[in-house]
């Protein structure tokens, strides 16, 4: 089953809307979740999580994690046309098999803004 | 310049023509990967490799082969390509240990017909 799980899937708002992105995870040995931007290209990071209610901010996006509720948020205010984008979220755990650190990206969600 | 590249950035080919997708770093990564990406499926790992010469399994390995014989290059072959091989494919990069931030390659949209 998915180990990774973000809601919704799509989403559309019009430009000066405030948004929140949802991902939830099931994992053991869990070590971080990171958010990814993507737009026609490849994927561009945006924020690393690795300790509970410590807000990261860029701008005007905002992230949380939440790791009693497996959780985190992304929040994007006063959105624009070019925060459309598919917007990732992965989890980084150790893979017992391979005492590594792996990782795996839940489906993304589609953010379209209209203007 | 900290770059991951790919080539060929596009390719359409016909089923069973042996191909090859290298990748190559310049940041001395230990950690790279290989992802496809399709609809409505988001972006699921093949293979991955630690350093040179450590080579797993990710989650969608059948049909692919990698190698890592040097530190800054991993090449995706596949030996007999299907159509179920039409993807978009990612390298992707990091210095490994807890430090998790991928480094992703251009991509390569890969048709098979």
């Known amino acids: 089953e998915d180990k990774v799980v973000q809601s919704p899937l799509s989403l559309v708002v019009h430009e000066g809307d405030t948004v929140t992105l949802n991902c939830s995870y099931e994992?053991?040995?869990?070590?971080?979740l990171l958010w990814y931007k993507q737009e026609k290209k490849a994927p561009t990071f945006l924020f690393m999580l690795?300790?509970?209610?410590i807000e990261k901010k860029s701008g005007r996006l905002s992230s949380i994690l939440d790791k009693k509720e497996l959780s985190s948020i992304l929040n994007i205010t006063a959105t624009q046309t070019g925060d459309s984008a598919i917007y990732l979220c992965?989890?980084?755990?150790?893979?017992?098999?391979?005492?590594?650190?792996?990782?795996?990206f839940g489906k993304g969600t589609k953010l379209s803004v209209i203007p | 310049e900290a770059q991951v590249t790919q080539n060929p950035r596009y390719l359409i080919t016909v089923t069973g023509k042996k191909l090859t997708v290298t990748c190559s770093q310049n940041?001395?990564?230990?950690?790279m990967s290989w992802y496809r990406q399709d609809p409505g499926l988001g972006l699921r790992q093949i293979y991955y490799?630690?350093?040179?010469?450590?080579?797993d399994k990710g989650d969608v390995p059948e049909g692919y082969k990698v190698s890592r014989k040097e530190k800054r290059n991993f090449p995706l072959i596949l030996e007999s390509p299907s159509p179920n091989q039409t993807s978009l494919y990612f390298c992707?990069?990091?210095?490994?240990?807890?430090?998790?931030?991928?480094?992703f390659g251009p991509g390569t949209r890969l048709t098979v017909l």
């Open positions: 690795t300790s509970s209610g």
């Open positions: 940041m001395n990564h230990e950690y």
């Open positions: 992965a989890v980084s755990y150790i893979y017992s098999g391979a005492g590594s650190y792996q990782l795996t």
């Open positions: 994992v053991t040995n869990f070590r971080s």
């Open positions: 490799s630690m350093n040179v010469e450590v080579t």
């Open positions: 992707a990069t990091n210095r490994g240990g807890s430090y998790n931030e991928q480094f």
